[in-house]
């Protein structure tokens, strides 16, 4: 009867406000509790929880047995209890993740939010919110491969992100505009749970870089002192702006990425195989995911003005292995892409018409007219 009446209630608690989605990833239907913060979490963050046993202390509402005090110091907490005493300083740019992000993004912010209590303590968010960070980052070579320690430097002051080839260099080997500058996590394609792919703009044109830290903090805390830095010159720039408007702007994860067989202007030249990027409306090919530069960039506009995507390729087209079809007319040309399978060509299409739905922003113009110039 005691567990029976222990069920009832714990079922009674998640459709309270709040314990509806997991505490902290935002994941709907959690069916496990922290009953030592008074929590309801997926199962996926109770597994991060159980690596932090001094600090929560997990159970499934529906299998485990429950007491009565453990019921009741649920009830008197929840979700949006928690949140308010544990994110009650987080800081508007600090990365939130959900459920769709990955491994290490989710684990750092738990820990950040109850075992470091960041976010009840400012002092902690030193790190990343100083405006000012140095460090050493395992950086994957241009040309071979190698990944080699490198000296990295990322100044407010001086708006930029720099790296150094040697420790005792004079001149930095690049340097990152904050202004251009974009992080997305990346393991499976830099083969690191702990990857990190950095973009900017080098001569209007994609450069990447791949880095990683041994340490899952240190490489969170710069991917969010990234965010930061970019957070202090949006608000610069836009000072009329809030901050619900600017934190979407502070980094981007890609809409699609995969590989796709291309044909080039004249549509005579074979199709080749290529990784296929689309960030925010630059869509890119590299021969390899992990090229510092793209092959080719490809501005998608708006069905306003005159750009569309069609499912499968003009009947005269040849040259293509893979049977899945897909046209995207812009303007100036038709740019013909075939997918390996019906499955990545619906989602291929999917991600073109978002983009393409989306009305164009008066900056986006100034990006569109480059690309008409470019060689």
Not at 22 to 28: F, K, Q, R, T
Not at 42 to 47: A, E, K, V, Y
Not at 135 to 164: I, M, T
Not at 303 to 328: D, F, M
């Amino acid at each position: 009867m005691a567990k029976e009446r222990s069920r009832k209630a714990l079922a009674e608690l998640l459709q309270r406000p709040g314990n509806a989605a997991c505490a902290d990833c935002a994941a709907p239907d959690p069916d496990w509790a922290s009953h030592s913060l008074g929590i309801f979490i997926c199962l996926n963050c109770s597994g991060i929880h159980r690596n932090i046993p001094q600090v929560s202390k997990v159970k499934s509402v529906r299998l485990d047995d429950w007491d009565d005090a453990q019921v009741e110091f649920m009830a008197s907490n929840g979700n949006n209890v928690a949140k308010a005493k544990y994110e009650s300083k987080m800081p508007p740019f600090y990365y939130k993740p959900t459920f769709l992000d990955c491994q290490l993004l989710r684990e750092q912010w738990i820990r950040a939010k109850y075992e470091r209590k960041e976010f009840i303590h400012s002092e902690k968010q030193e790190p990343y919110s100083a405006g000012y960070r140095e460090g050493f980052l395992w950086k994957r070579g241009r040309d071979n491969g190698q990944f080699l320690s490198r000296k990295f430097v990322l100044s407010e002051r001086e708006g930029a992100l720099k790296y150094f080839n040697k420790n005792d260099a004079k001149e930095p080997k690049a340097i990152m505009k904050i202004e251009h500058l974009n992080a997305t996590f990346q393991p499976a394609k830099i083969g690191n749970p702990h990857g990190l792919q950095i973009t900017y703009l080098k001569d209007n044109s994609t450069r990447n870089i791949f880095v990683y830290h041994e340490d899952g903090k240190e490489i969170v805390d710069w991917f969010n002192a990234i965010r930061a830095a970019r957070f202090h010159y949006l608000q610069v720039a836009f000072p009329g702006a809030s901050d619900v408007d600017l934190v979407p702007k502070l980094s981007r994860n890609y809409l699609k990425e995969g590989y796709m067989e291309k044909t080039g202007p004249k549509q005579t030249e074979g199709f080749k195989k290529r990784w296929f990027t689309m960030d925010d409306r630059r869509l890119m090919y590299f021969k390899d995911p992990l090229d510092a530069f793209a092959r080719g960039e490809v501005f998608i506009g708006s069905k306003e003005n005159s750009y569309k995507v069609l499912e499968g390729l003009p009947p005269s087209t040849q040259g293509n292995h893979w049977q899945h079809g897909i046209t995207i007319v812009t303007p100036d040309r038709k740019f013909l892409f075939a997918c390996e399978t019906e499955d990545d060509q619906l989602e291929w299409i999917t991600t073109f018409q978002k983009v393409i739905s989306r009305p164009m922003l008066p900056q986006e113009y100034a990006v569109e007219a480059h690309f008409k110039h470019k060689p």
